[in-house]
């Protein structure tokens, strides 16, 4: 079994600018009842890669997570591919690039404006409120 330490980081830290990017969701920061499984090991990636970016720092390879919100895509069944309040993959996609272009990944996070409302519910005290529409009775 190849490790991550053996092979992969020693060529990535020949180039001076290179970035892994992990895919989690705002679903780490306010999970839905209804994919335990999902929220739970989007959480892992979560912390894993803030674990990696420390480790990595020294190396000059820089760790960044982008964290989608919803979005229009087959994940799910489908049903997302056409659900109105799913972001459009097209949208999301432009976005993302900008912010990347743009160089805006504070604390290594990709956020879109439509992902921050989960990212920071904790943070401005609407977490019980944004809990409570994510998970209906």
């Known amino acids: 079994m190849l490790h991550l330490n053996e092979v992969v980081l020693p060529t990535l830290a020949q180039n001076s600018s290179a970035t892994i990017v992990v895919t989690t969701s ?3 920061f306010v999970p839905r009842h209804t994919f335990p499984t999902y929220c739970a090991t989007k959480a892992f990636l979560h912390a894993w890669a803030q674990s990696l ?8 390879i820089e760790v960044l997570e ?4 919803y979005v229009q895509t087959e994940l799910g069944g489908g049903r997302p591919l056409s659900d109105p309040d799913a972001m459009p993959l097209a949208d999301y996609v432009d976005e993302v690039m900008g912010i990347l272009e743009r160089g ?3 604390e290594g996070e990709i956020l879109v404006e439509r ?3 989960l ?3 904790d943070q401005t005290g609407t ?4 809990h409570a529409l994510l998970n209906p009775n």
Request: glycine share 8%; hydrophobic share 45%.
């Open 26 to 28: 705002g679903l780490v």
């Open 53 to 60: 970016c420390f480790q990595l720092r020294a190396v000059g």
């Open 66 to 69: 982008l964290v989608p919100p």
């Open 104 to 106: 805006e990944t504070p």
């Open 115 to 117: 992902v921050k409302a």
């Open 119 to 121: 990212r920071f519910a």
């Open 127 to 130: 977490y019980a409120q944004t």
